[in-house]
């Protein structure tokens, strides 16, 4: 999925997204949009500096950064153009789920 804002979500990306959304909605749809809301203008701000993240070489040895956005991690290709977000996880998943996740992503 591309926008016209400068990053591309990778289809389980924008699937994470989603499911976020979903479970979040179950119990509160205001607060279900308010956090996918975030997570969107958090992505929006890595397009300008898309550097801005940290490595997590114990996840990926892939050239991905990592962006927080409340309990969220933000898997991103820094380089990509148009920035290219890979995955959007709880950041309280297993390690190795989410490292499994990622290599999946390729």
Same mark, same amino acid.
């Given at each position: 999925?591309?926008?016209n804002q400068?990053?591309e979500?990778?289809?389980?990306a924008a699937?994470d !997204?989603?499911?976020?959304w *979903?479970?979040?909605?179950? *119990?509160s749809?205001?607060?279900a949009?308010r956090?996918?809301?975030? !997570?969107?203008?958090?992505?929006?701000?890595l397009?300008?500096?898309?550097?801005q993240?940290?490595h997590?070489? *114990?996840?990926?040895?892939?050239?991905?950064l990592f962006?927080t956005?409340?309990?969220?991690l933000i898997?991103?290709?820094?380089?990509?153009?148009p920035l290219?977000?890979?995955?959007?996880?709880?950041?309280r998943?297993?390690?190795r789920?989410?490292?499994? !996740?990622?290599?999946g992503? *390729?």
């Amino acid at each position: 999925m591309t926008y016209n804002q400068g990053f591309e979500l990778h289809p389980g990306a924008a699937s994470d !997204i989603t499911s976020i959304w *979903e479970f979040i909605a179950d *119990e509160s749809l205001q607060a279900a949009g308010r956090v996918r809301g975030d !997570i969107m203008e958090a992505i929006r701000k890595l397009v300008p500096f898309p550097h801005q993240g940290h490595h997590r070489t *114990e996840l990926t040895s892939r050239p991905l950064l990592f962006q927080t956005v409340r309990s969220y991690l933000i898997a991103y290709a820094p380089d990509a153009k148009p920035l290219l977000v890979v995955a959007v996880l709880h950041g309280r998943r297993s390690p190795r789920v989410i490292a499994v !996740i990622l290599q999946g992503r *390729e």
